[in-house]
């Protein structure tokens, strides 16, 4: 059996064309922040007129999820960056963040990778985390005000001694 990494065959949504696998300094040969130089990407072959493109899978070479011009990729950066917050800030595990949001968003696990998401579904992973950090950190403010007031109760009993 011949064993062939066979280039998936996928297409840009923006312009319907077909999208082709490049290595990424293809697309960020000029950016300057430090991209795995073995990583590779589809895209869209009307690039860079249309400037849409995704990562690669290094296993599969299976894109990783669909085409995003500029403003999706920013978005889906900014929905992991929200979604990292929550195993970042220790409330829970990745799996666990993973599997919250799937039930937040009402999206089966499988479709619940932040790749895959349209604006829409970005916007509500932002959403969503954010609530969530806000609502935890309330609830620690909380927690540390009774720790301190209790204290605060303790050193008035003991001035009352005195
Ligand atoms: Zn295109």
């Known amino acids: 059996m011949k064993?062939?990494?066979?280039?998936?065959e996928v297409f840009c949504p923006y312009c319907g064309r077909r999208a082709v696998l490049r290595p990424i300094t293809y697309v960020v040969g000029e950016n300057r922040r430090i991209f795995d130089?073995?990583?590779k990407v589809y895209v869209c072959s009307a690039y860079p007129a249309c400037n849409a493109y995704v990562a690669a899978s290094k296993k599969n070479l299976k894109p990783l999820g669909s085409l995003a011009d500029g403003e999706l990729r920013n978005l889906r950066i900014q929905a992991h960056r929200a979604l990292r917050g929550l195993w970042q800030n220790g409330y829970l595990s990745e799996k666990?963040?993973?599997?919250?949001?799937?039930?937040?968003?009402g999206l089966p696990e499988k479709d619940t990778h932040i790749a895959k998401f349209?604006?829409?579904?970005?916007?509500e992973t932002i959403r969503c985390c954010e609530a969530y950090i806000e609502e935890r950190r309330e609830l620690e403010l909380k927690g540390r005000m009774m720790t301190k007031s209790r204290k605060e109760g303790s050193?008035?009993?003991?001035?009352?001694?005195?």
């Open 118 to 123: 349209s604006h829409y579904w970005c916007e």
């Open 155 to 162: 050193h008035d009993t003991k001035g009352n001694r005195t």
């Open 96 to 105: 666990d963040a993973y599997h919250w949001l799937s039930g937040k968003l």
């Open 37 to 39: 130089p073995d990583q």
């Open 3 to 8: 064993k062939r990494k066979k280039q998936t």
